[in-house]
């Protein structure tokens, strides 16, 4: 079955860097977009970036354009999410989501925590 293993996650100091990993297995990988989310307690999962089948087009959203990179590669069924300059602002659980059509399906999540 389709299974989505994020890692990566810690305590970083404000300005600081983390790159997230998500294994995936189960499905054809190349034939998905791939997306990251996260979520807070008490807050809806909010999109943070996806990426398309081929990697060629990645969107992001407003709150971490420039900071975040999103990458995917095919070979290893994995995508990625490069965060720099983080802030306490950027302190969520984060999910990797792969999606096709009315098809989506979740992570676990990883917890990244921006603090001093």
């Known amino acids: 079955q389709v299974q989505l293993v994020e890692s990566g996650g810690g305590l970083v100091q404000p300005g600081g860097s983390l790159r997230l990993s998500c294994a995936a297995s189960?499905?054809?990988?190349?034939?998905?977009?791939m997306a990251w989310f996260r979520q807070t307690p008490g807050s809806e999962r909010e999109f943070v970036a996806s990426?398309?089948?081929?990697?060629?087009?990645?969107n992001y959203a407003d709150s971490v354009k420039g900071r975040f990179t999103i990458s995917r590669d095919n070979a290893k069924n994995t995508v990625y999410l490069q965060m720099n300059s983080l802030k306490p602002e950027d302190t969520a659980v984060y999910y990797c989501?792969?999606?096709?059509?009315?098809?989506?399906?979740w992570g676990q999540g990883t917890q990244v925590t921006v603090s001093s």
């Open positions: 989501n792969c999606y096709r059509g009315t098809y989506r399906a």
């Open positions: 189960g499905f054809t990988f190349s034939n998905y977009a």
């Open positions: 990426i398309s089948l081929s990697g060629s087009n990645t």
